[in-house]
């Protein structure tokens, strides 16, 4: 079953060091992005450093829109990290979670959407 292009998730239309051009959402430095839409991702609203890296709270705002997966980059140079506190979220709420290069992290997620997935993101697009 594929959403309705209300919920479709938006494609990655280009990216690149520091910035990533998402469909119906426009130039973003770093992206969350979900079923039906994203916004920029602001590391300051939850205190996300490199290290421990995403935060639980990071992905709240994703699980709101009921993905089926979420997509996790690493960053280009791989500096991001994942807290084990995320990934058990993710995993109780039967979320699939793929975490890769930002690279690898955009091919994944256009991949899936383009699937009609019901795909979630966090793109880091620098180091």
């Not at 140079?77 to 807290?83: G, K």
């Amino acid at each position: 079953m594929t959403p309705d292009d209300g919920r479709r998730s938006p494609l990655v239309l280009d990216d690149g060091w520091g910035f990533v051009e998402v469909e119906r959402v426009g130039r973003l430095r770093d992206a969350k992005l979900w079923p039906g839409g994203g916004r920029a991702w602001d590391w300051n609203e939850t205190g996300t450093h490199h290290r421990p890296g995403i935060q639980p709270s990071d992905v709240a705002e994703l699980l709101e829109h009921r993905p089926d997966v979420v997509v996790l980059s690493w960053g280009r140079e791989l500096a991001l990290e994942t807290a084990p506190g995320t990934l058990a979220v993710l995993e109780a709420r039967g979320v699939e979670t793929v975490r890769a290069e930002t690279g690898a992290a955009v091919a994944a997620y256009n991949r899936l959407a383009g699937q009609g997935r019901l795909v979630a993101a966090l793109l880091h697009t620098t180091c």
